[in-house]
């Protein structure tokens, strides 16, 4: 059974860092680039991140550049985003997802990709 499963949420106050995980089972992440997206409450969904298969090209979308990493441990078959310098707009529901794309510094994702089931980031003081 295909399946992404997101950990490493919480709360934190503004300037912590918070490290997620994307774990997959049921097939082989590396053969997919990867994203992390978010929403906030009343927004639209916004693409955070993208890593490329292969050769693991790193895309960030401009409010998260310099402040997120995003990285892949193959053998653990599982994608990380790094958060550091958190800011309180950064709250949401951050999801992994497969075959992410990136356009004109868009990150964005196709319909036939698969999701995880999301995790909440609370940053507030």
């Known amino acids: 059974q295909v399946q992404l499963v997101e950990s490493g949420g919480g709360l934190v106050q503004p300037g912590g860092s918070l490290r997620l995980s994307c774990a997959a089972s049921?097939?082989?992440?590396?053969?997919?680039?990867i994203g992390w997206f978010r929403q906030a409450p009343g927004k639209a969904r916004e693409g955070v991140s993208c890593?490329?298969?292969?050769?693991?090209?790193?895309y960030y979308a401009a409010s998260v550049k310099g402040r997120f990493t995003i990285s892949r441990d193959n053998a653990k078959n599982t994608v990380y985003l790094q958060m550091n310098s958190l800011k309180p707009e950064d709250t949401a529901v951050y999801y992994c997802a497969t075959d992410c794309t990136v356009a004109v510094a868009t990150i964005g994702a196709k319909l036939s990709g698969y999701w995880g089931q999301g995790t909440q980031v609370t940053v507030s003081s």
């Open positions: 049921g097939f082989t992440l590396d053969n997919y680039a």
């Open positions: 890593i490329s298969s292969g050769d693991g090209s790193a």
